[in-house]
């Protein structure tokens, strides 16, 4: 993990939205720095996951840790109901929330196993001066030469 730069750590120090409770506020910011984004706009759009999940959590009822909120079960039922969000958003939400936990809490988010790569299919034939590819040409349906 990278530290912080100092613009970005007093930005997200001094961020303090007026959409979420001070409690999800306060969890976002401490995740946020945890997760030591690259950049302002990184941390922006961090600070906006963190909180919408963190409120999330608190009409749940649920204690506003980092091991609680950002538990695997907690972000996808956030991304299946929350309220309010196209399917895009709620994809960009969930993405940005897993980023934060795997960052801030990875025992509960191990890494992703490396899937096998596989070969790309042989190329198509050449059947013809078309090639195969429906173009008009020698050894196609329907051509006199």
């Known amino acids: 993990m990278s530290e912080t730069g100092p613009e970005v750590a007093g930005y997200i120090a001094a961020w303090r939205p007026v959409?979420?409770?001070?409690?999800a506020a306060a969890l976002a910011?401490?995740?946020v720095e945890r997760a030591a984004p690259g950049g302002r706009k990184r941390a922006n759009a961090l600070l906006h996951a963190a909180a919408r999940l963190a409120d999330?959590?608190?009409?749940?009822?649920?204690?506003?840790?980092?091991?609680?909120?950002f538990h695997p079960s907690v972000?996808?039922?956030?991304?299946?109901?929350?309220?309010?969000?196209?399917?895009?958003?709620r994809r960009v939400l969930?993405?940005?929330?897993?980023?934060i936990a795997r960052r801030v809490v990875p025992?509960?988010?191990?890494?992703?196993?490396?899937?096998?790569?596989?070969?790309?299919?042989?190329p198509y034939s050449a059947a013809?001066?078309?090639g195969g590819a429906g173009l008009p040409g020698r050894g196609c349906r329907g051509d006199p030469r």
């Open 19 to 23: 959409s979420v409770p001070a409690q």
């Open 29 to 31: 910011r401490l995740v």
């Open 56 to 69: 999330f959590a608190a009409s749940l009822g649920l204690e506003l840790v980092p091991e609680v909120v």
């Open 75 to 89: 972000i996808e039922r956030f991304a299946l109901a929350a309220p309010g969000l196209s399917d895009p958003a």
């Open 94 to 99: 969930r993405t940005s929330q897993r980023f």
């Open 107 to 122: 025992q509960l988010h191990p890494a992703d196993a490396a899937l096998p790569r596989e070969r790309a299919r042989a």
């Open 128 to 130: 013809g001066a078309g």
